[in-house]
């Protein structure tokens, strides 16, 4: 027993420490993480955004440097404090207050003594920097916008959130994104792919080499270049038009799909979302929820399209066959339907046929088209559907496909729509018959009547509106390649285009003709109400156009809506036809409309509103900051030549 | 004709095993002392070196020499240590060393060796008998001498080897209840930190009167019992109140830690938590030998010397850890082997002494490093860091080869 009790002790003891051991190495799994966040740092490598060109080349979005400096409060020595401030602008106060900052996040850490400066801050200060040790600094690349327009394409980038840092491994905290726009859409290429490198870390979280030598580290990517479809000069012009008003402009090349340019106003520089001020600025765009300026209307809003929809309730009733051109009808200031309702039409001559309905855009004529539609089958519900696939096959009551990541579906009503609001049934043509004129169920957005306008030129195919040109490795989707042809015969294109040709010649826009250009498109009104201090108030009518041009091979398909504009005519009209002949002359010969159109502000209208507007135009969107953005941004911008010339090189 | 017989009877597998461990100490010295820039793994090679010619002046004395020597080997080192109050060194609040040169020695390392080489003496006198209260007393003084002179230093790492003594004294002898009250004085004070007093007390009496009732002791023994009751009461209340009142604070905080009843893993309880992290990082290979990462970012504080093992841990893995425990228990069960199968009862209690200290050291600092025991500055024998240590570890084991080996002779 004597013997025993040494050496089974020892036996006892060693196998405890070895279950112990076991539990540790083996079993227990957090060790191991802990371990790792212990020493293994990641440093990641983030490569330079890829540049945004225009469809011609133009350079519309760069990257900037911009220059952290850096501290190590422990490393700091005694230096000419003064002389020091003095190269950085700051006052000795706020240079005692940040290293006592950092010495309380760490003294042998570094941290951000003084952020985001730009070339010519940073400038003075680089070339003495090595006089000050403890002090060292971080370049980084933010975006650099050489245009002062086209915020709502660009969209912005931003830190990303952590929802998206949970779902995708790809982001850490802290990490960049482009949001909104194609910054966002086109994200993954944009960015490029960031490199990682393991450091080894010692317990005062010193880095003191690389891990491994390297054999985890992965080299950044960079990435790539985008050219947008996106005209610059068009595009500025269209905003340019568009200050002071609400609205969008959208406009495409119907051969192709591609979009020439996306208005929405109000808008904002893209610039002042960029360094310093970023968060300030954004907060009050994001803030101003009358004007909205963040809300891309062109894509987003949705109206019901009034008058230019009666193109295709003619065209259905073509493809239908319940009319033809010569069908007439009679007109006098409206018509009658139902049980004693009635449909007001405004003055011209009483005996309408296709092509003169088209451009007097006279209610009757399609009102009574749409019901022939209907009544053609016996069945509303059928009908209904039929008319319905007619419409959808034009891209409408549908998202779209383009390659932005805001959108709305419109609204196309069928048979299911009015089973809802008429549980009972009993629903008929004359019930539905506002649809003829674009109004009732139907509500469209800015792109959709565009994408119309565009499959009208084309005399019934399109193909989906994109904004992607080229990619600098990459083939654009093949989607944005693939013809949608409609259900309309391309026979029934021709009376219809006419008439829409005659708009301007005779018709609702006589006096928006461009010598030289025959350009075809209807005038739309929109009716709409607001809750002013709880009472429902009919506003002025929303002023929209549609137009493609020129007649024979267009080039170019456009819709304009401007809020609270009135009567198609009045505004968007100009607009549309201001675009075009900027787009296919590049010079505007009727100087008087456009000083007209560029001196008309709606905000008296859009003050019955409510809402900041006024002080939001006068901070985000001075014309100044489009004729002359160096004066509207807060930060100077410096070219940086030497990122791009690498990039090239690799 | 006389060494030829010493390399004859050598036990060879006691010193293939100590190679080992210093060889593979070494090399983990070397992986730790990367991250610290300091040349501690070049000291330890001279050290090594040094061992050497040591072992062989060890095992060229006499083999007679020990034993007839042992009480002047013993009262030098007593002398040694209590020239510590007027001549050491402190380092880190301890007085333990003396300074020669840029080199420093610790006097308590060899004290073990010279301490088991007294007792052994004393115990080998034909007339002890351990069963006599007298001679438990002059046997309990030989070893309480040195405790008393080390503990004041403080160092109570060193002073907690001479318990293992205890086991030696009962295999010698002394009466079981020794043990036996060591072993329930060391429960009930765990118990008494994890639990209130009053349940520890509870727990005692519910122990004592089950075996009471069970072993029938009748009344005459029920004074007994009673006796037992109180003392256990009286002790279980005074540790309560030394560990609350004359426990210093770090003291303290080293047992709650260890007992899970508080976490502070930024400041006391750092260095259990940094060197649990890294064990438990090494999985079942570890990550291969200088590519453990918690050591070269220098994580675990005193990782050369007492937290060596950690680096065994991280770098080796499981797989490692196996090892070198097997190597150390091989040793030890190996050295109690060749105790056993001595002639005299002077090697025999030698032996035991050193697989005694030995096996104290190893289990009290692997214990420490793993977490299942408090934070006490004990260093792993052969691989930690230090000069005096591997020395006075390995003059331990080597008077007891030279002791086996020379068994023959004693015929």
Not at chain 1, 251 to 279: F, K, M, N
Not at chain 2, 80 to 109: D, H, M, N
């Amino acid at each position: 027993m004597r013997k025993v009790l040494l050496p089974s002790l020892i036996i006892i003891a060693t196998s405890l420490l070895l279950i112990r051991i076991f539990y540790l190495q083996v079993v227990d799994d957090t060790l191991k993480l802990k371990s790792e966040n212990n020493a293994i740092k990641k440093k990641y490598e983030y490569p330079e955004r890829g540049y945004i060109y225009d469809r011609k080349g133009k350079l519309l979005v760069a990257n900037q440097a911009s220059y952290d400096i850096m501290v190590i409060p422990r490393e700091v020595k005694k230096t000419d404090t003064l002389e020091f401030c003095q190269l950085l602008n700051i006052t000795k106060e706020d240079f005692i207050q940040k290293i006592a900052k950092a010495k309380v996040y760490s003294p042998r850490l570094p941290s951000v003594f003084l952020s985001q400066l730009n070339k010519s801050e940073f400038a003075a200060f680089q070339e003495k920097i090595r006089k000050y040790e403890g002090f060292y600094f971080q370049k980084r690349s933010l975006r650099d916008y050489e245009v002062g327009f086209g915020a709502n394409i660009f969209g912005f980038i931003t830190q990303v959130n952590e929802r998206l840092v949970a779902k995708n491994p790809y982001y850490n905290s802290g990490d960049l994104i482009g949001q909104q726009g194609v910054e966002q859409s086109y994200e993954d290429l944009l960015r490029g792919v960031k490199g990682v490198k393991y450091v080894q870390k010692d317990k005062y979280n010193r880095e003191i080499g690389s891990y491994k030598d390297g054999k985890y580290d992965t080299i950044a990517v960079q990435g790539e270049d985008i050219n947008l479809t996106i005209d610059a000069e068009l595009q500025k012009y269209g905003e340019e038009l568009m200050l002071n008003k609400r609205g969008g402009i959208v406009a495409i090349e119907p051969s192709s799909g591609e979009i020439l340019a996306l208005v929405t106003a109000p808008s904002y520089d893209p610039g002042i979302l960029v360094g310093r001020q970023r968060s300030k600025n954004y907060t009050e765009l994001y803030r101003d929820s009358i004007a909205k300026p963040l809300y891309d209307r062109g894509l987003l809003a949705e109206y019901p399209p009034g008058s230019p929809f009666k193109i295709l309730t003619g065209l259905i009733g073509l493809q239908e066959g319940v009319i033809n051109e010569q069908t007439t009808f009679y007109c006098n200031h409206g018509f009658s339907y139902g049980r004693g309702r009635f449909m007001k039409c405004h003055a011209h001559p009483p005996a309408q046929q296709l092509h003169n309905g088209i451009y007097n855009s006279c209610n009757t004529y399609f009102a009574q088209a749409f019901m022939l539609t209907i009544n053609k089958y016996n069945n509303p519900a059928k009908a209904v559907d039929i008319w319905s696939n007619h419409v959808k096959s034009f891209g409408l009551g549908q998202f779209m496909g383009y390659d932005l990541p805001t959108g709305k579906r419109g609204k196309i009503p069928d048979s299911k729509t009015y089973k809802k609001i008429y549980p009972n049934g009993g629903w008929r043509s004359t019930t539905i018959v506002s649809n003829a004129i674009g109004q009732g169920e139907i509500v469209m957005t800015p792109i959709q009547l565009a994408n119309m306008m565009a499959t009208i030129a084309n005399e019934g195919y399109y193909y989906t509106p994109h904004i992607i040109k080229k990619i600098e490795e990459h083939k654009i989707d093949e989607k944005f390649t693939t013809k949608h042809v409609t259900t309309i015969d391309k026979k029934h294109f021709k009376p219809i285009i006419s008439g829409l040709s005659d708009v301007f010649n005779l018709g609702t826009a006589r006096a928006l003709k461009v010598e030289g250009i025959d350009i075809c498109g209807k005038t739309g009104t929109a009716e709409n109400f607001a809750k002013i201090g709880g009472k429902r108030v009919q506003l002025k009518d929303h002023s929209i156009f549609v137009a493609f041009a020129p007649k024979d091979n267009p080039k170019i398909a456009i819709a304009v809506m401007v809020e609270n504009g009135g009567f198609g005519a009045a505004i968007a009209g100009p607009i549309a036809s201001l675009m075009i002949e900027k787009y296919l002359r590049q010079k505007i010969t009727r100087i008087d409309l456009e000083k007209k159109i560029l001196a008309t502000s709606l905000q008296s209208e859009y003050a019955k509103l409510g809402g900041l507007s006024a002080k939001v135009k006068a901070q985000m969107r001075i014309r100044d900051s489009i004729l002359n953005k160096k004066i509207a941004i807060p930060v100077v911008k410096v070219k940086i030549d030497t990122t791009k010339e690498k990039k090239q090189a690799i | 004709m006389k060494n030829q017989s010493v390399s004859n009877n050598i036990d060879w597998i006691s010193i293939v095993i100590y190679t080992l461990l210093v060889i593979l100490g070494w090399l983990n010295i070397y992986s730790s002392s990367l991250s610290s820039m300091e040349d501690t793994y070049q000291k330890q090679l001279i050290f090594i070196v040094l061992t050497i010619p040591l072992i062989f002046v060890v095992l060229s004395v006499d083999g007679k020499f020990y034993e007839k020597y042992a009480s002047i080997i013993f009262i030098i080192s007593l002398l040694s240590l209590v020239g510590l109050f007027a001549f050491g060194k402190t380092i880190a609040g301890q007085r333990c060393w003396y300074a020669i040169g840029s080199f420093t020695l610790q006097p308590s390392e060899f004290a073990k060796a010279a301490t088991s080489l007294a007792l052994a003496k004393y115990l080998s006198d034909t007339q002890i008998n351990l069963k006599e209260v007298s001679r438990q007393w002059q046997a309990l003084a030989i070893i309480l001498l040195p405790v008393m002179l080390i503990l004041p230093q403080p160092d109570p790492g060193s002073a907690l080897i001479y318990s293992i003594f205890i086991i030696v004294l009962y295999r010698e002898g002394l009466p079981a209840w020794y043990v036996v009250t060591g072993f329930v004085t060391v429960l009930l004070f765990i118990l008494t930190l994890v639990l209130e007093p009053q349940y520890v007390i509870l727990i005692g009496l519910a122990v004592l009167v089950i075996v009471h009732f069970k072993s029938r002791l009748g009344d005459r023994n029920i004074v007994l019992s009673s006796i037992l009751f109180a003392l256990i009461t009286a002790f279980v209340f005074s540790v309560d109140y030394v560990f609350d009142n004359l426990f210093k604070q770090h003291h303290r905080d080293r047992f709650n830690i260890l007992l899970g009843k508080t976490v502070d893993m930024k400041g006391i309880g750092y260095n259990t938590n940094q060197s649990e992290i890294a064990i438990g990082s090494g999985g079942w290979i570890g990550k291969g030998f200088l590519e453990g990462t918690q050591t070269k970012g220098g994580f675990v504080p005193e990782q050369h010397t007492d937290y060596i093992f950690t680096t065994v841990g991280e770098e080796w893995g499981f797989a490692g850890s196996l090892v070198v425990i097997a190597l150390f228990a091989g040793l030890f069960l190996r050295i109690i082997y060749l105790a056993e199968r001595q002639k005299t009862k002077f090697s025999r209690v030698y032996g035991y002494c050193v697989a005694g200290i030995l096996f104290t050291h190893f289990f009290v600092n692997i214990a420490m490093v793993v977490g299942i025991f408090p934070t006490i500055g004990v260093p792993l024998p052969f691989f930690s860091y230090g000069g005096s240590g591997l020395w006075g570890f390995t003059i331990l084991l080597f008077i007891f080869i030279k002791m086996d080996a020379n068994k023959v002779n004693e015929w």
